[in-house]
């Protein structure tokens, strides 16, 4: 992986007028700056972290770096310490950066934010656990920027329950999603879903409260025919949630395209040993999901298509971990690896910002000192 410019002084102050103004007043609130001994200020800790955990610099490279500049001698034990003492402040500085983006949100589809939702996992190098941690992502497809994110123990799942919700969201998820307690978490809060839907999951009933059979009504679809079914989630007594409104849309598939989603079932049945179910090997003949949305706000071509871009959000953990690497977790320690992966997101969020001012580059290559975006008048010369 080819290092960002971190090393170079005039654009690492660009890159500082992408981030909170306040960054020596929240070091010291998160604790990550108490005493100023040889790492002076703010500025010089968060670029020791991304050096460690963008770059790949290894703590002794660091210490020559910071040698070479003059600046003294840290050695590799006080530059780990100072790292692992940075978590929270990164956090939070990642955790502000997503606040700017939410306070920005700017309408979509018919009046809709549409919000990309997944989850991806993460391990540490030779780690025992077939899953480290999860990472929550929400990705704001108006924006084509990330939103939203949460870092997790392999202990907490897929759900729409991860993320904030604002009325007029728009919340597309894949089946892992797909949750009574999740849905209505999110009807709750003013916003609406649109979820892949497996069969066994969300048991559904018609308006008048009977059960709904879901296979009886994709069987009426022809091949390539669309289906749009009014339904409501069946109430969830013991956990307190009340039927919800929505809608089953369905597609049916071309035989060729339902043989080839057979095979990867029984293929994927095959290597556990078990046999496929005779249910899931008929629903595989069919793309069906669940909206909370109207049909006066969302017809049911829109809402496939609009599904069909949830690939965006894969695309986005594709240049995470293929280009920022953000699955090469090279430490044990877990403060080390929650440090090591906020900084990789807090990375990707300013990666985002310079692509979104490329256009407004200066030629002669860098952007102008804080002061201009602070408001601060400079003199100009005619």
Request: glycine residues 6%; proline residues 4%.
């Amino acid at each position: 992986m080819e290092a960002p410019s971190f090393l170079n002084d005039t654009e690492w102050q660009y890159i500082l007028t992408l981030l909170p103004n306040d960054l020596e007043e929240s070091a010291r609130k998160h604790k990550a700056i108490e005493r100023q001994r040889k790492i002076k200020d703010a500025a010089s800790l968060l670029r020791i972290v991304l050096l460690y955990c963008i770059c790949g610099l290894s703590f002794t490279a660091i210490g020559v770096w910071w040698d070479q500049l003059g600046l003294g001698q840290l050695t590799k034990k006080a530059i780990e310490k100072r790292v692992r003492k940075a978590y929270e402040w990164i956090q939070a500085l990642l955790c502000q950066k997503l606040s700017e983006r939410h306070q920005s949100l700017k309408p979509g589809i018919s009046g809709f934010r549409i919000r990309l939702v997944d989850a991806t996992v993460i391990n540490r190098k030779n780690s025992a656990e077939s899953i480290d941690w999860r990472v929550h992502t929400g990705f704001n497809l108006v924006e084509s920027k990330i939103d939203e994110v949460e870092i997790t123990s392999n202990k907490v799942g897929e759900s729409f329950k991860n993320y904030s919700v604002q009325p007029g969201d728009l919340m597309v998820g894949d089946r892992g999603h797909a949750h009574r307690e999740g849905i209505a978490c999110v009807v709750e809060r003013g916003g609406d879903v649109l979820v892949r839907l497996p069969w066994n999951t969300v048991p559904l009933e018609d308006s008048w409260g009977n059960p709904f059979d879901l296979f009886q009504a994709l069987r009426t679809l022809r091949e390539a025919q669309v289906g749009d079914f009014i339904v409501q989630t069946a109430p969830d007594i013991k956990r307190g949630i009340s039927a919800i409104a929505g809608r089953v849309i369905a597609l049916r598939k071309t035989p060729e395209q339902a043989e080839k989603s057979r095979r990867k079932i029984h293929e994927q049945a095959r290597k556990k040993g078990k046999n496929p179910d005779k249910k899931t090997l008929e629903a595989a003949g069919y793309i069906f999901l669940f909206t909370t949305v109207k049909q006066t706000s969302l017809s049911a071509i829109q809402a496939l298509e609009l599904y069909r871009l949830r690939w965006q959000i894969e695309l986005a953990f594709k240049r995470l971990k293929g280009i920022l690497e953000i699955d090469e977790i090279p430490v044990k320690d877990d403060t080390l690896c929650k440090t090591f992966l906020s900084a990789k997101l807090l990375g990707a969020l300013l990666v985002e910002d310079l692509v979104s001012r490329y256009q407004n580059f200066s030629p002669w290559g860098y952007g102008l000192p804080r002061e201009i975006f602070s408001g601060t008048t400079l003199p100009l010369h005619q």
